[in-house]
């Protein structure tokens, strides 16, 4: 809901907002099969409070 809603506030849902064919996204890659990130009962929480640097694998940026 924040990331298409948020699209159309700005009147870019026809571009962004969604993963669809056509639509421009910035992607990230977490490798969450550390030790650090468990357990892990909330994956959202795991990430913003425990991922580091060293598990983003990939990140791809304005992507079509």
Known sequence: ???????????LNHEIGSIEFGK?????FIELEQMH???RPDIVSAIVYAATT??????????R
Not at 1 to 11: E, F, P, Q, Y
Not at 54 to 63: A, E, Q, R, Y
């Open 1 to 11: 809901m924040a990331t298409i809603d948020g699209a159309r506030a700005l009147g």
């Open 37 to 39: 990130l468990t357990p």
């Open 24 to 28: 421009q996204a910035d992607i990230s």
């Open 54 to 63: 060293g598990n983003v694998k990939t990140v791809l940026i304005d992507c």
